[in-house]
């Protein structure tokens, strides 16, 4: 490890996740979702391992996101995971190609007009509110959505809607979600074109509803290897794409009774051993793992003492049985030995989401491939 912190990436375990999820989808075409830099793991170098694991499609959220793409020199086709705004719809039509998605009449009236002013279709997906109500066509708006088939200039080439809680307890919710959007699809259906993509699905829902897949699965977690559910173990071909270490900083023994971090939150009960460690919140660390986290040194779980500062944390290796040195391999997220710490375990432990723990790790750091 050259620095004091390392975040790896196995583009080969990424590629490997994507084949394994291709044959689950097959003869669904995939989406693998790449919004907020590859959920913390770096767009630009695992964008070009999708494509060549068959993707076929990629899901951003933003403009530079397909630029990134497109600058690749990627001809694959890209969605967007959110309605637009005009200013990116015009560099989307002349510049990325993007299919757009659709939840209001005005923006489809915007795209209409763009179209018919370059002679030509513009590609768009319409997203409807099945449940989640975050964003779309609520179901009873079946007379814009007819207008919006009507309209000239636009090619439908998808209909959608995304899940609230795939990834729940049970799936009656999401049930109830998949009956009002094909309800919808069969009230609109002679208004769509023949063969468009019909979508739903998530990481959670193409693990765990089996064969109900439709033409296009968006599939973004299950890529990296994150578990897509607490109610559902994901198969184990699945594998963590990313992993964190460090390096011990210092260890020191401490006398019981003594206080340990900002604002004393750790009094020792006993002769306490203690190494502090290079990182904290600013490398991505979460504060909040304060008297929470767990880490892997010589392959024995470590728990974090103390505050998690801006670059220290303090851990209690007293019951660690070998002598640990300064500069010794310390593991935040991954495997040690016979140990493992993953995302999930930490995201569990303070209400998160591993993805968050991903994307602090990724933005705050650079990125080993390897
Ligand atoms: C982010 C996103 C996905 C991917 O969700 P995962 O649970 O990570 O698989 C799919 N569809 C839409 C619309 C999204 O915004």
Excluded at 52 to 67: K, R
Excluded at 188 to 212: C, K, M, V, W
Excluded at 268 to 284: K, N
Aim: with cysteine; hydrophobic share 40%.
């Amino acid at each position: 490890m050259a620095h004091h912190i390392e975040v790896r990436v196995s583009p080969e375990i990424f590629a490997s996740n994507i084949h394994h999820i291709r044959d689950r989808v097959t003869p669904a075409q995939l989406c693998v979702v790449m919004k907020a830099n590859a959920y913390g793991h770096g767009l630009r170098a695992l964008a070009p391992v999708a494509v060549a694991a068959g993707a076929d499609y990629i899901g951003i959220c933003t403009n530079p996101e397909a630029t990134i793409l497109r600058e690749l020199g990627l001809t694959v086709k890209i969605l967007r995971l959110r309605m637009g705004f005009p200013e990116e719809f015009e560099e989307s039509i002349d510049v990325l190609d993007i299919e757009e998605q659709v939840g209001t009449l005005e923006a489809a009236l915007y795209l209409s007009a763009a179209g018919v002013q370059r002679n030509r279709k513009i590609p768009v997906h319409l997203n409807i509110d099945t449940g989640m109500g975050r964003s779309g066509f609520f179901c009873h708006e079946l007379e814009e959505l007819k207008k919006v088939c009507g309209l000239p200039g636009l090619e439908i080439v998808g209909i959608m809607t995304h899940f609230a809680s795939a990834d729940g307890k049970d799936l009656v919710f999401t049930h109830q979600q998949i009956e009002n959007f094909y309800n919808l699809r069969r009230a609109l259906s002679d208004y769509l074109p023949d063969n468009i993509l019909t979508h739903t699905h998530n990481s959670a829902a193409t693990f765990r509803l089996g064969e109900q897949c439709n033409s296009l699965a968006r599939v973004g977690a299950a890529c990296y290897g994150v578990r897509t559910s607490q109610n559902f173990q994901n198969p184990s071909e699945l594998q963590p794409v990313m992993s964190v270490k460090t390096k011990v900083a210092q260890v020191r023994k401490i006398p019981a009774g003594r206080t340990i971090g900002y604002s004393s939150l750790h009094t020792t009960q006993r002769e306490s051993l203690i190494a502090s460690l290079p990182v904290g919140f600013g490398e991505g660390y979460p504060r909040s793992l304060f008297n929470k986290g767990i880490v892997l040194i010589k392959g024995h779980r470590c728990p974090v003492v103390g505050r998690v500062s801006l670059n220290i944390t303090t851990v209690d290796i007293t019951d660690v049985p070998e002598p640990v040195k300064w500069g010794d391999e310390v593991v935040l997220v991954g495997k040690q030995g016979n140990e493992e710490i993953t995302f999930e375990e930490l995201a569990d432990k303070f209400d998160s989401v591993h993805t968050e723990i991903n994307l602090m790790a990724g933005f705050m750091n650079e990125i080993v491939y390897s």
